[in-house]
């Protein structure tokens, strides 16, 4: 824990916080749900703060949209590996033998929780803190696609502005093994009397590839 705390930047002064956040519900009552819950949230309104400040020219969607690519289980999954949250993290033994350590969701929200104890423990200031540091380098890494709208949010327009119906989205499959699984989901247009599929690491992602399948056949089909 003491490692963990070096890398976080931050020593915890209630120690229990930081073991309750590395706590997974497998593990035993004392878990890291309620942590993860408040972390979100702490989360979101430090990254809107540091992206309010980093960009003061863009509008609330431009923000918006960037939000929602840095707060995503994909980006949170990426920086708990970084901190070595699995070499941390207190599960199960059946939990740990299915990999669970190194499971998306379960990191993401690891992740989280450790947001929303250092928030109880040393407050928003401290909290905040932790989040620059750990997504200042990933804002300055965006590229211009980022600030685009995203597929689902382009394919709703464009058939909103047709008056058509919107698309409906469900998860056909799901293939490989906990936590390295491929998500295949299909995007049905009633309206148009087909379906695309897309595929990805997460639901999100096989949503937004099967969305951009989606529009790009109807621009084709109505150019």
């Not at 035993?28 to 993860?36: A, P, V």
């Not at 949209?65 to 207190?90: F, S, Y």
Request: aromatic share 6%; charged share 25%.
């Amino acid at each position: 824990m003491t490692a963990l705390q070096d890398r976080l930047a931050y020593p915890f002064t209630d120690g229990r916080l930081l073991v309750r956040a590395l706590t997974h519900k497998s593990f035993g009552s004392d878990q890291n749900e309620r942590l993860e819950f408040l972390g979100d949230s702490v989360l979101n309104l430090a990254v809107s703060d540091l992206l309010y400040q980093q960009f003061d020219r863009n509008d609330e969607g431009d923000l918006t949209r960037v939000r929602a690519h840095l707060v995503r289980q994909d980006t949170l999954h990426k920086l708990a590996l970084g901190l070595q949250l699995p070499e941390v993290l207190r599960m199960s033994d059946g939990e740990a033998k299915g990999g669970g350590a190194q499971r998306p969701s379960i990191l993401a929200d690891a992740l989280e929780a450790v947001i929303g104890a250092v928030y109880l423990d040393g407050g928003f200031t401290a909290a905040r803190a932790l989040v620059f540091r750990l997504f200042e380098p990933l804002v300055a890494q965006t590229t211009s696609e980022v600030w685009q709208k995203d597929a689902k949010t382009a394919l709703q327009e464009w058939l909103q502005g047709r008056k058509l119906p919107l698309p409906t989205y469900r998860i056909e499959a799901t293939r490989g093994k906990a936590h390295e699984q491929v998500f295949v989901v299909v995007c049905e247009l009633a309206s148009q009397g087909w379906s695309v599929s897309g595929e990805g690491a997460s639901r999100r992602a096989a949503e937004q590839l099967a969305a951009q399948q989606a529009l790009q056949r109807l621009q084709a089909s109505a150019s």
